[in-house]
């Protein structure tokens, strides 16, 4: 966090779930041990993201942190009632939790609803209460490893050998200072690229330039194509008539796996026949350019999904109750 450029004289807003998402506990216990003023709002209960967006705009806290999906929820639910994101004051905000942060798509979006730095963070609950990874206020986006805290390899998810810089893998992480339950090489199942330091900020340590983009256990393969849901959501996210949420069902028709994309179109494109056309258009052609996948696009209005204050979860796999009808049909 001081590395982020957080300091004592600023006050940290956490908006995320305070149970058991460990994140939130983690971005509490750096604030007070940093002693900056901390604001625990939390999020989860039915009109919080309003109340989120009413204290903000009052209070003019400097820092925000919680997941990416949440605080663009969190913009559109401002504007909505009339405030200004921009207005709020923030300086930086800092997130963990999902994959958003460090695909630029997804990051533009934040910085251009809040007008604040954007910081990735984190590793995985089990490495609590340390986020060992994250951006500085030099070299975001992108994460450094903090490996005087949790060594941190980038692993074949494989054979768990350690990948070259500049290599993908997943993340294996070994406690270095917690005593009580430690982890020794703990696979992440997150997937990113490594590469060494120095950094734009001067420390020394690797540096992880894309952050965490997706996990090896989300990934799906289609017609012999393994795509991951971070690669549709950045491609989504770069669109200027995308309306914020979406949803990827994988299906089957007759013997091949097909992909659906049901994505939410902007008010004014899902309002005009020409614009929504061309909006399914735009999406079909970038998803195949972006993933070398054909994929079925439906444009739906705005709202059509329901937010979340967790993580966001979009992808439904439908195939295996194809699987199971073809059985049944058969025996």
Request: charged share 20%; proline share 7%; aromatic share 10%.
């Amino acid at each position: 966090m001081w590395g982020m450029g957080i300091r004592q004289s600023d006050t940290v807003f956490i908006a995320a779930i305070l149970s058991l998402y460990l994140g939130s506990w983690g971005a509490l216990a750096g604030t007070e041990r940093l002693g900056a003023r901390a604001f625990p709002f939390g999020a989860g209960a039915p009109g919080m993201t309003l109340r989120a967006a009413s204290w903000l705009n009052d209070v003019k806290p400097t820092v925000f942190y919680g997941t990416p999906t949440y605080a663009l929820h969190l913009a559109d639910t401002a504007l909505k009632e009339g405030l200004n994101p921009r207005a709020f004051g923030l300086q930086r905000l800092f997130f963990s939790g999902e994959p958003g942060a460090s695909i630029p798509s997804v990051c533009d979006k934040l910085i251009q609803a809040y007008d604040a730095q954007v910081f990735d963070s984190g590793s995985m609950a089990e490495m609590t209460p340390w986020m060992s990874a994250s951006g500085t206020a030099e070299s975001s986006p992108g994460m450094l490893l903090w490996q005087d805290i949790v060594y941190t390899e980038v692993c074949d998810p494989q054979t768990f050998r350690r990948v070259p810089y500049g290599q993908r893998g997943t993340p294996v992480y070994t406690h270095l200072e917690r005593t009580s339950q430690p982890m020794i090489r703990l696979v992440s199942g997150d997937l990113t690229i490594w590469e060494d330091g120095p950094t734009p900020c001067g420390r020394t340590y690797p540096r992880l330039p894309q952050g965490i983009f997706g996990r090896i256990d989300d990934m799906f393969t289609i017609r012999g194509e393994n795509v991951y849901p971070s690669e549709i959501d950045s491609v989504l996210n770069a669109l200027p008539g995308y309306g914020g949420e979406h949803r990827v069902v994988i299906t089957r028709e007759g013997a091949m796996d097909e992909l659906l994309i049901r994505v939410e179109a902007t008010a004014p494109v899902f309002a005009d026949v020409h614009d929504q056309q061309q909006f399914k258009h735009e999406v079909h052609g970038r998803i195949l350019k972006t993933l070398a996948v054909r994929a079925v696009v439906e444009v739906v209005g705005p709202g059509s999904f329901p937010r979340t204050d967790f993580k966001a979860r979009r992808v439904i796999d439908d195939r295996e109750v194809f699987r199971e009808l073809n059985r049944k049909l058969k025996a």
